[in-house]
């Protein structure tokens, strides 16, 4: 069954450092999402992308991020200088074009800034 | 600002119960409703989508919409201990967007 594929799994990093995640959707889907949860609280949306541009943003997705797809295959999520308020596991979704919202998480990549 | 409101729990309830999961959402013009499932330390995962008023069934779940009072719940028939996780709502707003309420914990008893 294709799923989404999210590398690294954890990367630990110092404040201030750049951090990129790298999601790889699924291959037909065109609607491309990244999602992060604080240990403990909510899922929260940051970002989505569809047509090599960014389609709606949250207040949290501020000029320290930033969002790619570099190829026909990986999307990425940069976080240009970490604070510790980063600290969090960030999930890349994606969805079918047409479809009525149905969101395919990958596993999802813990950042922890120190 | 949207919001998606759910009951923090936990709600425990014994195996072989039903569980009844609620969730309430602010936006009017919302058209699509979701329930994530959330092991701890894993990803969301759909369990069900509702898009029209009334019920929806699926095995044991049974999502219910009701888009006058803004109300959308789960219910979990012969619940099972391997159904104990944190259940997120999620409503699909206007734009590209989900948003998810905080989740309910459910822990099924043995």
């Known amino acids: 069954e294709p799923e989404v594929t999210q590398t690294p799994s954890h990367q630990v990093t110092q404040m201030g450092q750049e951090v990129i995640l790298r999601c790889v959707p699924i291959?037909?889907?065109?609607?491309f999402y990244w999602y992060r949860q604080i240990l403990g609280q909510k899922v929260e949306f940051l970002v989505s992308f569809y047509n090599n541009e960014i389609s709606e943003k949250s207040e949290i997705f501020d000029d320290q991020f930033s969002v790619e797809r570099p190829d026909g295959s990986n999307f990425t999520l940069k976080i240009r200088s970490t604070k510790l308020e980063d600290s969090a596991m960030y999930f890349c979704a994606s969805l079918r074009e047409g479809n009525t919202g149905e969101l395919f998480f990958g596993e999802g990549s813990r950042l922890t800034v120190l | 600002q949207k919001e998606v409101e759910q009951n923090s729990g936990p709600l425990s309830v014994p195996e072989g119960a039903i569980a009844s999961l609620n969730c309430t959402y602010s936006d009017r013009g919302s058209q699509s409703f979701f329930w994530y499932r959330q092991y701890s330390g894993k990803s969301p995962e759909l369990i069900m989508s509702i898009y029209s008023n009334g019920d929806k069934e699926d095995g044991r779940f049974t999502a219910q919409l009701n888009k006058a009072s803004q109300y959308v719940s789960l219910l979990i028939r012969d619940s099972q201990p391997s159904d104990s996780a944190t259940y997120l709502c999620a409503v699909k707003t206007g734009g590209f967007k989900t948003i998810f309420g905080a989740g309910t914990r459910l822990f099924v008893k043995a």
């Open positions: 291959s037909n889907h065109l609607y």
